[in-house]
């Protein structure tokens, strides 16, 4: 849970890979992000993760589709969509992001689809994006007092236990009206 970006796209030429791989790490050594290059028989490519967020996989598998490692190592589909969690990164992590990601889609992809849980994608508008970061965090906020206020016994399974975090936050929202 926590606000996320999710893309998936393929590279216009394989042989496009080794520059844009330069290209992205020449900008996260300037905002000082974390990078790996990827380079092997089923990988080629580039991970990198500014403070506080999930990494950022730009691995392209032989035909030239974005590929999580991670998701392919455990046999995980779609291994072809890339999921980031940027809620914790906050806004102007998230913002930076959109519009990497926006100039790298543009140069290097054929084909670039991106779903932004921020809405920024979309709209630009740092309000909306505010807007939805507030929500996020007091989802996760109210998850946390429920997990804190309720009795958790050693016979609760995932689903008592989700019941009773429901059952939580339906009963303080009924107090809060």
């Known amino acids: 849970m926590g606000l996320c970006i999710h893309f998936k796209g393929n ?36 991970v990198f993760s500014p403070e506080k ?24 589909e779609p291994a072809t969509t890339i999921t980031t969690k940027t809620q914790f990164a906050g806004m102007d992590t998230h913002i930076a992001l ?27 508008d740092e ?12 989802m996760m906020d109210a998850v946390a ?4 206020n309720i009795n958790v016994t050693s016979q609760d399974n995932a689903d008592t236990f989700t019941k009773k975090i429901v059952e939580y936050l339906n009963r303080k929202n009924k107090k809060d009206e």
């Open 98 to 124: 959109i519009k990497l990601l926006r100039y790298i889609s543009e140069k290097y992809f054929s084909y670039f689809h991106l779903y932004d849980e921020g809405n920024y994608w979309e709209t630009n």
């Open 145 to 148: 007092d429920a997990m804190e």
């Open 11 to 46: 590279i216009k030429n394989y042989d496009l890979i080794p520059g844009l791989v330069e290209e992205i790490a020449d900008i996260c050594e300037a905002m000082q992000w974390t990078v790996t290059i990827l380079k092997d028989e089923d990988v080629n490519g580039i």
């Open 127 to 138: 309000k909306i994006l505010q807007r939805q970061f507030s929500t996020y965090n007091m």
């Open 53 to 76: 967020c999930e990494p950022l996989f730009f691995t392209f598998n032989k035909d030239g589709q974005l590929v999580s490692p991670i998701m392919l190592e455990y046999k995980i």
